[in-house]
């Protein structure tokens, strides 16, 4: 089992759904988490779990669109833990709709906190993880980042966007010993995909050949996995949590 004793670890969206699950799932392995949310009351919720579970948690009311919301939480967090090991990018949204309906505010909402989130919590942690001269960053992309969606063009356009984040920073921080990968989950089950019909839900799994929706857990493992000192030779890789439903 992965151990993550003596490591801080900060997870975006941390508040519910997928960042929730991934830090407890740090949490229970021993590491220390910094929770960053936008959603204020579901952040301390989230806060208090992991506190009463044993671990020493933080949650840091961030929007990870503002570069000083994003600076400020790094700066709690190493004010708090004295270091940052392990960063996640989690937090992002969807505004659906079709090319010739997307408002021009549905695609700069999406942008700004999937894609420039990503960059802003990034930037935010590169000093303080090179001076370390260790670290993981790891993103969550999407499947749709990689294959494109109808009715998700901002969305597809932001995660493929991450894609090319992740290659570049791990060339970039590579010399002090940082790696950057992203996790592209397939459909898992989250208040994001509640809103499928059932028969939506039963034409995609036709389509997973593993034939079920993913879990949180599912994408939470896949995270600790990337984040542990055995995955120390691993970096600018793309890894699908799809039950095989995109095969590169
Ligand atoms: N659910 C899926 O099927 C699926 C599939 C592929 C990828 N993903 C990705 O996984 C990640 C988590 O998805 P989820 O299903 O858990 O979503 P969710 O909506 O349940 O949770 C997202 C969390 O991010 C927070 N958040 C939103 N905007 C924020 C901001 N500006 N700053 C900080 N936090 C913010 C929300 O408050 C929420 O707590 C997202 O990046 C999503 O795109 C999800």
Known sequence: ??????????VT????????????ALASRGASVVIADVN???????????LAGGTEALGVKTDVSSLPDTDNLIAKTVEKFGRVDILVNNAGITRDNLLMRMSEQEW???IAINLKGTFNCIKSVTRQMMKQRSGRIIN???????????????YAASKAGVVGITKSVAREFSSRNITCNAIAPGFIQTEMTHVLSEKVVETLKSQIPLSRLGTVQDVANAVC?????EAGY?????LNVDGGMVMA
Do not use: H, P, Y
């Open 40 to 50: 204020e009351e579901l952040l301390e919720q989230m806060e208090k779990e992991l």
């Open 140 to 154: 969550i992309s999407s499947v749709v980042g990689l294959m494109g969606n109808a009715g998700q063009v901002n």
């Open 225 to 229: 996995f990337l984040a542990s000192d």
């Open 1 to 10: 089992m992965m151990n993550f004793e003596g490591k801080v670890a900060v």
């Open 234 to 238: 691993i970096t600018g890789q793309v």
């Open 13 to 24: 969206g941390g508040a519910r759904g997928i960042g929730a699950e991934i830090a407890r």
């Open 108 to 110: 700069d909402q999406v």
